[in-house]
Structure formats: structure tokens, C-alpha cells
């Protein structure tokens, strides 16, 4: 497993985004099924090998540089982790750099996405999207290695269907993991928004959100996104503050988070674009139903009763939040409803078996 930003999730320290939690939870998972697992990180806090049995390998010192001594640690890396498949996660120049070695050893590949900008050639919605891909010679590096690599895995088959559009690539759809928590119904308190404060997530709609629903009180756990330029940070805290309703946090270690998922009335997604946001799989693991502006990945939200797509319209969404506030009934029904779904799409023992599918197919081809 190629996900080195993952780290953080190995160790109590530091922090880490949606694609980070499904990499660790995939080689969690291989491993529990009896593949043995390396998993490759910038760092994991001295931890080397988990309960399950994922041996953790920490990168040299200069994978923290750029240029060649960045280049020459990711290659020492994949000698020494000597495996027969590496599955390297989210579009980068890793993934270039993964995929040609893989080639030049004989050895098997695996791009797995976590955005739909991972598939896009329209270089707004990749300069977005973030994660480096917005550098022409890191997108040059990256699609090498999407030409390269023998296999990909689209999380979505709207992904699946972008990747055949704009790069001729036929991914395996497999759905992300998520596991449904039980718990005995709840009171619930607060409005959930969690993200980067980037121009793809697109918090100020959020923050219109809680003005139009002054009764209801609005948590955002907000983080700032080094990437982002135009100042969109700065407008949004000041915003929050101007909002007696909103309570904006600070980034939250995993626990902290995942026990705000326990109070939330609802779970808001005001995304532009992407990939099947864990904030959906989270909430809906533990009965909380979402609101989303745009995003309905493959239809997910609206099939299975979960929640309500406005199409961009703020006033429905608060609307729909007010029909939480005023019935129980309503909001547990749809959040019941993405648990089912949850159990029946995303849980490890559905998805695990796909991923084990597609490893071994590969490895004994090696």
C-alpha cells in the first residue's frame, strides 16, 4: 500500500483526510484476510506494525524534498518493500514513478482513485481538487503512470465512466469502506460540516446555510488548505464568527471527530465535486442522515432514502434541515436507511473480498 500521508491514522498523531482513512482501512483489511501488507508513509510515529499485521515502512528523509532526492527515496522504498502488487492511492507524481517501477521489475500495479478530479482533464476542476495535479509536470508524471499502471480502481462508476471518456482506461469499480456503528437512538444537537477550507469544498455556502436556519446551531470542523490562494480561509473564519449559531473547530484528532458524527442532526455536503465523500459514510454508519448541494455519488443519497440533494438550491437545503429539526421520526428514518446502505455496499466483509479478488488476480500473474 503506497499512501504516505496515512501515517498519522497508524499513531495519535497528526491528522489526515477521507482517501488517507480508506488506505489504512484497505491494508487493514488485506491483511485480516491473510495477505501479508506493507504500507508505505512519510511517518507513523514509531509504530512498525499493527494488531492486524500491516507492517508499516516509514520513507527516508528525502521524500520530504523535491527533485531527485524525493525520486531516489521513493525508488529505494519500492526495492525494499520488494512486493508483488503495490496499490498506490490519489493522483500524483507517485503514481508515475509506482507504476514505471512496477513495469521495469516485472512486479503489479494498482492506481486507486479518490476524487473525481483523478479522471478529469478539465484543469479547472483539477486545480480544485488539489493534491499537486494542478502542476503541469506532476500531471504529466501522474498520467504516465495511469497509462502504466496494470490496473485501476474507480471508487464510483461515474468515476469508472470518466476514466473511459478521458483517458481510455477501464477501471474495477469498488466501493469504499465504511462500517455501520450500532447505537441506541440519540439526541441530537448540531448541523455537521467537515473539510478544508478550499474553494472545491466550498464552505461559505455552508455558512449561508446556518444564516438561514438561525434556530438550528452549526458545528464546521474547518482546516485551512495550504494549496488554496485566494484568501477563501481568512473570508470563511470571518464569516463564522460574525454567526451566533455556528461553532467552528479546529482540526479534530479521528476520535474527536467520529464522536461529533454520534450528535449530528445532519451531515452537509456543499462540494462542487467528490469522490464519495467519507463525511456521507461516517454519518450514515452511525444513523445520520445527509444534505448535499451537488454531490450524490452514482445516486447513492437519493436511491437509498439517506438524505436529500437540493441541485445547488441553498433554500431547500435549509428546509430540509428545518424538517429534521421539526421531526425525530424523519431524521432517524433517513439515517436508519443509510446504515442499511452502508451495510450493504461499503462494509468490510462486502468490500474486502473484491479488493482480495482483484490482488491475487494480479499477483499470480506476477
Same mark, same amino acid.
Given at each position: 500500500m503506497w499512501a504516505p500521508?496515512?501515517?498519522a491514522l497508524y499513531s495519535t498523531e497528526g491528522f489526515a483526510g477521507g482517501a488517507e482513512v480508506q488506505a489504512v482501512t484497505l491494508a487493514r483489511s488485506l491483511a485480516r484476510s491473510g495477505l501479508r501488507v506493507r504500507h508505505v508513509v512519510a511517518a507513523a510515529g514509531g509504530v512498525s506494525r499493527?494488531?492486524?499485521?500491516?507492517?508499516?515502512?516509514e520513507l527516508p528523509p528525502g521524500y520530504r524534498r523535491r527533485g531527485l532526492p524525493r525520486r531516489r527515496a521513493v525508488l529505494e522504498t519500492l526495492r525494499n518493500t520488494d512486493a508483488a502488487v503495490y496499490i498506490q492511492r490519489s493522483a500524483g507524481a507517485d503514481t508515475g514513478l509506482v507504476a514505471l517501477f512496477s513495469r521495469a521489475t516485472g512486479r503489479r500495479s494498482v492506481f486507486s482513485a479518490s476524487h473525481d478530479s483523478d479522471f478529469s482533464r478539465d484543469l479547472d476542476l483539477i486545480r480544485k481538487g488539489g493534491g499537486g495535479t494542478e502542476n503541469a509536470l506532476v500531471r504529466l508524471q501522474y498520467r504516465i503512470g495511469l497509462r502504466t499502471v496494470h490496473a485501476v480502481v474507480a471508487q464510483t462508476r461515474?468515476?469508472?465512466s470518466m476514466a473511459q471518456r478521458n483517458f481510455r482506461r477501464h477501471p474495477v469499480v469498488i466501493p469504499s469502506f465504511?462500517?455501520?456503528v450500532d447505537g441506541a437512538r440519540s439526541s441530537r444537537e448540531a448541523v455537521l460540516w467537515i473539510g478544508g477550507l478550499s474553494e472545491m469544498k466550498n464552505p461559505l455556502a455552508y455558512l449561508e446555510l446556518a444564516a438561514r436556519v438561525p434556530e438550528a446551531?452549526?458545528?464546521m470542523v474547518a482546516h485551512d488548505v495550504p494549496a488554496e490562494r485566494s484568501g477563501l480561509a481568512a473570508v470563511a473564519r470571518a464569516r463564522a464568527a460574525e454567526l451566533p449559531n455556528v461553532e467552528m473547530f479546529a482540526r479534530l484528532p479521528r476520535p474527536e471527530v467520529l464522536a461529533l458524527y454520534e450528535r449530528a442532526i445532519a451531515v452537509v455536503n456543499t462540494?462542487?465535486?467528490e469522490g464519495f465523500p467519507n463525511t456521507f459514510l461516517e454519518g450514515w454508519s452511525r444513523g445520520v442522515p445527509a444534505v448535499s448541494l451537488w454531490v450524490d455519488p452514482d445516486g447513492a443519497l437519493t436511491r437509498s432514502g439517506s438524505g436529500v440533494l437540493t441541485g445547488g438550491d441553498l433554500d431547500g437545503a435549509a428546509e430540509a434541515i428545518r424538517g429534521y429539526l421539526r421531526d425525530a421520526d424523519l431524521a432517524y428514518?433517513?439515517?436508519e436507511a443509510g *446504515? *442499511?446502505?452502508i451495510r450493504e455496499t461499503h462494509a468490510p466483509e462486502v468490500v474486502t473480498p473484491q479488493w482480495v479478488s482483484l490482488v491475487e488476480r494480479l499477483r499470480d500473474a506476477h
Open positions: 500521508f496515512a501515517g499493527t494488531e492486524e499485521g500491516v507492517e508499516v515502512v461515474q468515476q469508472a465504511a462500517v455501520a446551531t452549526f458545528w462540494s462542487h465535486h428514518a433517513a439515517g *446504515r *442499511r446502505y
